[in-house]
């Protein structure tokens, strides 16, 4: 009798891992349609197919050493597939404090989950460099993102190993629940390497140092993306309690999905509130932009804070997604979408609200790994695009950027008018 | 025969046709145009950046009609567009030195 509770636990937690996996995976189309929305229409075609290609590209990578690297194991997979039923029913007899222990689930799905993250980081990128960097030298930079930069820093994080031998961050009280930094920080961080040598959109900025404004193409697609973002977001925590199989797992997979939601609508009012108060308008892509910042402000714990301190964080979030925005904007670091302030400055803030309510945690781990995170992937990516720079250039010719990247990458516009022949 | 080009406001545009069909005008042509008179652009916001538009949208409406008919059409478009605040628009008046109706071939007033 016992065996079949067993075996019934490991199918109810592989399945809300799978699940949860399957929302994250929808986020893609989140990050595409917010992308695709805050650009300009000359630059759709390209802005889609990087969001798909990258999808692509980080599975494939995370795949062939990316998971290898991060949780050890064989390369390509290659020994995922089996189950020991036998072991597996022992170690759950084994584990401590018995049917509450540990969660016990299938590696396929484990993997299936995490590789959404690392498309996750990788789609945050995408729209930062969005409108000007060429399509293949963005690819060459997913692989290496993929298969390398972020397996390394999520191996010393939720892998657990020591960084480059010398500390263990798990051992200084860092914690990141489901990824402000390992995921969100980190992909704003190879972001900003990125945006740094890629120079700005031509005319965003004047010659007086006036910030000029370049409206995005389609404010329901990016409604929509954000809609379809804070959705995915339920499995994004809401995946990472690991396990759903008793009470106490169960109400804090509830809690996490209450938690998830009331940061984000903070972040949204908040935001919504500030712009108004900065600019005189109710500003819809800041709104848009704060409800993700609130999202992301309480990524990296989601369990332990109460509902009213939840809606708090995220506030905090949305207040500081908009003076981030226009404090880049000052410093002529051209974002499009906001990717930097929002997963960046958010990630970086979801990590130091954490030892608010989390007394497992520490201000000085926290920050500690902040830095560790940011340091390796803003050095490595930097390198990265150095050398594709040097390689085969990483931004288009000032004809293609006016032209539209859609026609000079994929040949293609996403709203072909006068082109009926019938 | 006149050729009436009138640029005005676009939520004008039903008023004034129902105008032009009520004193038996039989064709309109309308284009959505974007332009600047007195009225100027003006500004818009966007994360914080303001920017200026300077071209408003506006719908060109053009009418070909026999010279007897001009008066009235002045006229019509001239009540049914005016708000009385700027921007209005405008009417432009050419002489027109043909016209033929593609399917029948005829020409002249016949076609108008």
Known sequence: MENNVFHLQYAMDTFYFLVCGALVMWMAAGFAMLEAGLVRSKNTTEILTKNVALFGISCIMYLVCGYAIMYGGNYFLSDIATVDVDSTLKSFAEREDGFTGGAIYSKPSDFFFQVVFVATAMSIVSGAVAERMKLWAFLAFAVVMTAFIYPMEGSWTWGGNAVFGMFTLKDLGFSDFAGSGIVHMAGAAAALAGVLLLGARKGKYGKKGEVNAIPGANLPLATLGTFILWMGWFGFNGGSVLKLGDIGNANSVAMVFLNTNAAAAGGSIAALITARLLFGKADLTMLLNGALAGLVAITAEPSTPSALQATLFGAIGGVLVVFSIVALDKLKIDDPVGAISVHGVCGLLGLLLVPITNTGSSFSGQLIGALTIFVWVFVTSLIVWAVLKAAIGIRVSEEEEYEGVDLAECGMEAYPEFTNKQ | ?112
């Open chain 2, 1 to 112: 025969m006149k050729l009436v080009t009138a640029i005005i406001k676009p939520f004008k545009l039903d008023d004034v046709r129902e105008a032009l069909s009520d004193i038996g005008v039989q064709g309109i042509t309308v284009t959505e145009v974007k332009g600047f008179g007195r009225q100027k652009g003006h500004t818009e916001l966007y994360r914080g950046a303001e920017y200026v538009v300077d071209f408003l949208p506006k719908v060109k409406i053009e009418i070909a009609i026999g010279d007897g008919l001009l008066d009235q059409v002045v006229e019509a478009i001239t009540k049914a567009a005016n708000t009385g605040k700027i921007g209005d628009g405008k009417i432009f008046v050419t002489s027109l030195e043909q016209c033929i109706r593609i399917r029948t071939g005829e020409t002249g007033e016949d076609a108008v």
